[in-house]
């Protein structure tokens, strides 16, 4: 497309050329022709007759002079029949007329004539205007009577055959322009944009599956080096990505394995030291053990923490997608919060813009934890003052499901934030102020995680800080929303999942290897009411499963002898009911994907340790095994 228009100025320049020349050239015959007629026809019939007047010794006898000069006469007016050219003479010394062929007679203006020698005469030619008409003339001199002799004829035909050759001249300019570019596009097409094509296409490939690649283009030119050097480099990101990956793995890997580790006895102490504090203490001894406990949840949550952001950094963590109300999670986190709040003398407050009666489609379980952050610092950092959590959609919500951006924002009285640290405030283990470690404690991790959350669903978070007055931080996340049409079935089940209740008695296997967690995870069960049996090996658990009279399994993952999937898979093997037993893994692996691989394997539900008296019942009554016994007695 682009060579058109090029292509059209050029061929139009060279047209205009070319349309000149012709038209000089067709003018430089017609003159031509004219001043040959002069020469060669007119004069030669006027000397002939002047020549036959000397042979005759009859030059100077006026009758015999008009005589042959009317023959003269005569003659050009045939010849101006035969030829369509006029003739006109006229007397040199009084400038009148002699003779004309034309019906009006003119003395023709020969002043800007050009001139020429032909047959040894000057003849004068040129263009000139006749009773409103355009005419070609041709003239010369005749001394011996005194006269000059004018051929003319009209310019008519000749200006029509160059309004001709112009028109011929653009067509042509044309036709060609239309010709050369489907060439040169279709060369172009062949040469250039199909190779680049191809090159494209490759590009595209590389960057969706980062593999080598093959360009079929046997070239020779740049376009050829170019597809090679995209083919080697793509070779080369392959073998990158798989390094990359290949350390990811392992880096994951190293994670999971670390986190079992530490999360195994992290829950031992825990555990422990919550059944610590049930046992009769003294004060001192009270006191020790809810330090304690107080430090091995603040080791979880770091071991959380840095768990979380590896993770996200390692591009794991997925977003997970459910419909849930916003509304009733904010006002869950509220009071879950608030006792915080209270005990920092602060007050916490909420509000919501058209959330009410509204389904959210995101990741809750990313946007609590963006929220608990936030609210938990704007706590931490506030005394005596007041923390907002105020919410909103964009958009109105309708009946059917829609894109919409989620705003929340979390607003302290708090001590603020020096504008210099807040530039980096986001940036990993950075805190505001080293003192801050030391008073209010801290990894400086929290905020990291937010906000690489918040951009994992689309969003963002943003702060605006005064120090001395307090802190702001937005929170924004891509979500779907529409608006909850609540049917009794959903009401019903609201009532049942709020009023149902474990039975006491229920018979709990307790698979578990390690002692002091399996005394945890007992005693935690028996806070539920449960009769436990434990076993600390898969084969028994499977064993005594087959032997009957379990209502529920908690299957430790690691385990010696036989590990927990091997043992479930057996299970779910066994024939009858006891195949249908529900099993719930216990395990230190906080990443869903194993989660995933346990479910495969046939467990029901699967609890993190370090496991605690709600996740056991919240797991239990999800199962709804409370009340399949409670239906089976
Ligand atoms: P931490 O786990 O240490 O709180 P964060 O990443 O959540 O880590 O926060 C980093 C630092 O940002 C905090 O140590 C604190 O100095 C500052 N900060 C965060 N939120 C607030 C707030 N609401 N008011 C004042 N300072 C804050």
Redo the contacts with the bound molecule.
């Keep these: 497309m682009i060579y058109i228009p090029i292509l059209l100025i050029g061929m139009t320049v060279t047209g205009y050329w070319a349309y000149l020349t012709a038209y000089d050239s067709v003018r430089e015959r017609e003159y031509q022709l004219l001043t040959q007629t002069l020469t060669l026809n007119v004069l030669e019939i006027i000397n002939e007759r002047r020549e036959l007047l000397i042979e005759s010794g009859l030059e100077n006898v006026p009758v015999f002079r008009d005589a042959y000069q009317k023959e003269v006469f005569e003659e050009l007016k045939s010849l101006q029949q035969a030829t369509n050219r006029h003739f006109a003479i006229v007397d040199k010394s009084t400038e009148s007329i002699v003779f004309s062929t034309m019906k009006v007679p003119v003395v023709l203006n020969t002043q800007d004539a050009s001139s020429a020698m032909i047959a040894s005469r000057t003849v004068a030619f040129g263009e000139s205007n006749v009773n409103d008409q355009d005419v070609l003339f041709a003239c010369a001199e005749f001394n011996p009577w005194n006269w000059k002799v004018t051929v003319l004829q009209p310019a008519e035909p000749l200006q029509s055959s160059l309004f001709t050759i112009a028109w011929l001249t653009f067509l042509v300019t044309l036709l060609a322009v239309v010709i050369v570019s489907l060439l040169m596009g279709r060369v172009t097409q062949i040469l250039v944009v199909s190779p680049i094509e191809k090159i494209k296409s490759a590009a595209s490939r590389i960057a969706l599956d980062h593999k080598k690649v093959t360009i079929d283009l046997q070239q020779n030119d740049e376009l050829g080096a170019l597809a090679r050097d995209v083919e080697a480099m793509s070779g080369e990101i392959e073998q990158y990505v798989d390094e990359a990956q290949q350390a990811n793995r392992a880096k994951t890997d190293f994670l999971a394995v670390m986190s079992h580790e530490i999360r195994t006895p992290l829950n031992g102490i825990q555990g422990l030291a919550a059944l610590l504090l049930n046992t009769p203490l003294s004060d001192k001894q009270k006191q020790y053990a809810s330090d304690l406990k107080s430090s091995a949840s603040i080791l979880a949550t770091v071991i959380n ?1 840095v768990l979380d952001l590896s993770k996200i950094e390692s591009g794991m963590s997925e977003v997970d997608v459910t419909e849930f109300d916003l509304d009733v999670m904010l006002n869950e986190l509220v009071t879950l919060l608030g006792t915080n709040a209270s005990s920092n003398n602060t007050r916490l407050v909420y509000k919501s813009k058209n959330l009410e009666s509204v389904v959210v489609i995101s990741d809750i379980t990313k946007l609590r934890q963006i929220i608990i ?2 609210v938990s ?2 706590i ?3 005394h005596k003052g007041t923390v907002s959590i105020s919410a909103k959609l964009k958009e109105s919500s309708t009946e059917n499901v829609c894109e919409n951006r989620l705003v929340i924002a979390v607003k ?1 009285s ?4 020096e504008p210099d ?1 807040l530039v980096h ?2 940036d990993k283990f ?4 080293s003192s ?2 030391r008073e ?9 995680i ?1 906000k690489q959350l918040a951009q994992l669903l689309g969003g963002d978070i943003n702060v605006v ?1 005064k120090v001395g007055e ?2 702001c ?1 937005t929170v924004t996340a891509n979500v779907q929303s529409r608006l909850k049409v609540e049917t009794s079935n959903d009401l019903a089940s609201v009532r049942d999942a709020n009023s149902a209740k474990l039975p006491a008695g229920l018979k709990v296997l307790l698979a578990e290897d390690n002692a002091i967690n399996a005394v945890v995870a007992q005693a935690l069960l028996e806070q539920l009411d449960c009769v436990v049996e434990h076993v600390d090996n898969g084969l028994k658990a499977a064993a005594r499963v087959e032997e009957g009279g379990i209502d529920v399994v908690f299957m430790d993952v690691h385990m010696p002898v036989m590990d927990g999937i091997e043992a479930t898979k057996r299970i779910r093997k066994l024939s009858g009911t006891l195949g249908h037993t529900p099993v719930i893994g216990l395990t230190a692996e906080a990443f869903k994907e194993r989660h995933t691989v346990f479910k495969a394997a046939g467990m029901n539900d699967i609890v993190t340790k370090p496991v605690t008296v709600d996740a056991l019942q919240e797991s239990l009554l999800k199962l709804a095994i409370g009340q399949e016994v409670t239906d089976n007695k």
């Design positions: 923490d952050n936030l610092n704007a931490k950092f506030t302290d708090g001590i603020g934030i640290r405030i986001f950075t805190q505001s102020d801050i470690t209010y404690g801290g990894t400086g991790l929290g905020l990291a937010a800080s307090g802190s931080f």
